[in-house]
C-alpha cells in the first residue's frame, strides 16, 4: 500500500506524525525510537511566549542592576547566554533532532499576544526546523474585548510569524469562532500554509478538600475525534492550505475517518502515552491491512473522499444532520449512585 501523503510541502511516508507532546519530544532518544517505529515527522513540545518573556525580563534586570553604582558599571554587560538557557536548549534540540533524525522536525511556538516572542520563530528556523507549527492558545476573558478583535489578534499574529520565516507554518487554532470557516480561509489568506484542528483548552478542576483550582489533562478520546472530524470535512478541498487532524485518533478506524473527511496527516499524542511510542508501527501496519482488505491503493485515494465537496448529500454536515439525530437518539436508561461521579 501506498501510505506517502503531503503536508506543508513535505514528502511524508505516512500520515502517521507525532504531534507537540513535552513528556514525549523532550528527550533525543525519544525521538529516535519514534522514527524507528514509522513516525512519518515529529512536533516538538512547544516553547512558550512567557518562557522567552521572563528570559528577557531576567536579561534586563542583569543588564540594569547596579549600573548607577558607580560610573565603572555602565561597561559591564554579563555574557547573553547565561540567561538564555531555556530558548537555547530548545534551539540546540532541534539542531541534535536534525543531526540524528532523517524525518521532518517541527517546531512548535505557543503564545497568544503579539510581540517581540514571534521573531523566535526566525531563529527556530535557523537552527534547522523543516517548518513551525503556531499554537495560539488564547482564552479571551474580558469582557469588553469584541469577537472582531480576538480574531484580529489571531490572524496578526499569523502574518507576524510568515513576515519572520520561509519556512512553512501551521496554525493550530480552536474551533471557537463565531464563523469556523470564514476564519479557516482568513488564516490561508493571511498566509498559513496548513491548519490544525483543533487544539484542545484544558480546563482546570476544582480539589474540594483543599478548595484549589488545580490543572488537571485529560487524554483524549476517540469522542474528541468528532469535532475536527466535521470540520476537516467541511473545509477539505474550499480554503487553499493543508489540514490536519489532531484528537481522539487513536484506532486505525479513527485514522481512515479522518483521512476520508480530507486530513494530510494524523497527529498522535494520547495514543502514544497511553500505549509507548511502538504504537506507531501497529497503527501503520495495520492501516495498510485495511487498506487492502478494503482495495485502496494508496492513502491519497482516500483524502478527502467523504468530505462534505465529495458527498452525495452535502447537508449531512450541517442542520439535516442535527435534527435528524436528535429524532433517532434512542434513551439508555442506567442506575447511578449519586455520590460517584459519572465516566
Same mark, same amino acid.
Given at each position: 500500500?501506498?501510505?506517502?501523503?503531503?503536508?506543508?510541502?513535505?514528502?511524508?511516508?505516512?500520515?502517521?506524525?507525532?504531534?507537540?507532546? $513535552?513528556?514525549?519530544?523532550?528527550?533525543?532518544?525519544?525521538?529516535?525510537?519514534?522514527?524507528?517505529?514509522?513516525?512519518?515527522?515529529?512536533?516538538?513540545?512547544?516553547?512558550?511566549?512567557?518562557?522567552?518573556?521572563?528570559?528577557r525580563?531576567?536579561?534586563?534586570?542583569?543588564?540594569?542592576?547596579?549600573?548607577?553604582?558607580?560610573?565603572?558599571?555602565?561597561?559591564?554587560?554579563?555574557?547573553?547566554?547565561?540567561?538564555?538557557?531555556?530558548?537555547?536548549?530548545?534551539?540546540?534540540?532541534?539542531?541534535?533532532?536534525?543531526?540524528?533524525?532523517?524525518?521532518?522536525?517541527?517546531?512548535?511556538?505557543?503564545?497568544?499576544?503579539?510581540?517581540?516572542?514571534?521573531?523566535?520563530?526566525?531563529q527556530?528556523?535557523?537552527?534547522? $526546523?523543516?517548518?513551525?507549527e503556531?499554537?495560539?492558545?488564547?482564552?479571551?476573558?474580558?469582557?469588553?474585548?469584541?469577537?472582531?478583535?480576538?480574531?484580529?489578534?489571531?490572524?496578526?499574529?499569523?502574518?507576524?510569524?510568515?513576515?519572520?520565516?520561509?519556512?512553512?507554518?501551521?496554525v493550530?487554532?480552536?474551533?471557537?469562532?463565531?464563523?469556523?470557516?470564514?476564519?479557516?480561509?482568513?488564516?490561508?489568506?493571511?498566509?498559513?500554509?496548513?491548519?490544525?484542528?483543533?487544539?484542545?483548552?484544558?480546563?482546570?478542576?476544582?480539589?474540594?478538600?483543599?478548595?484549589?483550582?488545580?490543572?488537571?489533562?485529560?487524554?483524549?478520546?476517540?469522542?474528541?475525534?468528532?469535532?475536527?472530524?466535521?470540520?476537516?470535512?467541511?473545509?477539505?478541498?474550499?480554503?487553499?492550505?493543508?489540514?490536519?487532524?489532531?484528537?481522539?485518533?487513536?484506532?486505525?478506524?479513527?485514522?481512515?475517518?479522518?483521512?476520508?473527511?480530507?486530513?494530510?496527516?494524523?497527529?498522535?499524542?494520547?495514543?502514544?502515552?497511553?500505549?509507548?511510542?511502538?504504537?506507531i508501527?501497529?497503527?501503520?501496519?495495520?492501516?495498510?491491512?485495511?487498506?487492502?482488505?478494503?482495495?485502496?491503493?494508496?492513502?491519497?485515494q482516500?483524502?478527502?473522499?467523504?468530505?462534505?465537496?465529495?458527498?452525495?448529500?452535502?447537508?449531512?454536515?450541517?442542520?439535516?444532520?442535527?435534527?435528524?439525530?436528535?429524532?433517532?437518539y434512542?434513551?439508555?436508561?442506567?442506575?447511578?449512585?449519586?455520590?460517584?461521579?459519572?465516566?
Amino acid at each position: 500500500m501506498d501510505l506517502t501523503t503531503q503536508y506543508l510541502g513535505l514528502n511524508l511516508k505516512s500520515p502517521l506524525v507525532v504531534g507537540s507532546c $513535552a513528556p514525549l519530544t523532550e528527550e533525543l532518544d525519544n525521538l529516535k525510537k519514534m522514527e524507528d517505529s514509522g513516525a512519518a515527522a515529529i512536533v516538538l513540545h512547544s516553547f512558550f511566549e512567557e518562557q522567552l518573556r521572563q528570559e528577557r525580563l531576567e536579561m534586563y534586570y542583569h543588564l540594569t542592576h547596579g549600573t548607577h553604582s558607580f560610573a565603572e558599571a555602565l561597561t559591564y554587560f554579563p555574557e547573553p547566554q547565561v540567561f538564555h538557557v531555556g530558548s537555547e536548549e530548545y534551539l540546540n534540540h532541534i539542531r541534535l533532532a536534525k543531526e540524528s533524525l532523517d524525518i521532518p522536525i517541527i517546531g512548535s511556538l505557543n503564545g497568544s499576544t503579539l510581540g517581540g516572542w514571534l521573531d523566535y520563530s526566525q531563529q527556530m528556523e535557523g537552527a534547522g $526546523a523543516d517548518a513551525i507549527e503556531l499554537n495560539i492558545y488564547y482564552v479571551p476573558t474580558d469582557l469588553d474585548v469584541p469577537g472582531t478583535e480576538v480574531e484580529k489578534n489571531y490572524l496578526d499574529i499569523v502574518k507576524a510569524v510568515k513576515d519572520e520565516v520561509k519556512i512553512p507554518v501551521a496554525v493550530k487554532i480552536s474551533p471557537f469562532f463565531s464563523n469556523m470557516a470564514y476564519m479557516a480561509k482568513k488564516f490561508a489568506d493571511y498566509g498559513a500554509d496548513g491548519l490544525v484542528l483543533f487544539n484542545r483548552f484544558y480546563q482546570p478542576d476544582f480539589d474540594l478538600e483543599s478548595l484549589e483550582v488545580y490543572p488537571h489533562i485529560l487524554l483524549s478520546t476517540p469522542q474528541s475525534m468528532r469535532l475536527p472530524l466535521h470540520w476537516l470535512a467541511i473545509l477539505y478541498g474550499r480554503i487553499d492550505c493543508d489540514l490536519a487532524a489532531t484528537s481522539g485518533i487513536l484506532h486505525t478506524v479513527d485514522l481512515v475517518k479522518v483521512l476520508m473527511a480530507g486530513a494530510k496527516i494524523t497527529q498522535l499524542v494520547s495514543a502514544l502515552l497511553r500505549h509507548g511510542i511502538g504504537y506507531i508501527h501497529t497503527l501503520e501496519n495495520s492501516l495498510a491491512r485495511w487498506m487492502e482488505e478494503h482495495e485502496y491503493e494508496s492513502v491519497q485515494q482516500m483524502q478527502g473522499s467523504m468530505s462534505q465537496l465529495n458527498c452525495p448529500d452535502p447537508t449531512a454536515f450541517e442542520r439535516v444532520q442535527y435534527v435528524k439525530a436528535l429524532q433517532t437518539y434512542a434513551p439508555i436508561w442506567k442506575a447511578l449512585d449519586p455520590l460517584e461521579p459519572v465516566g
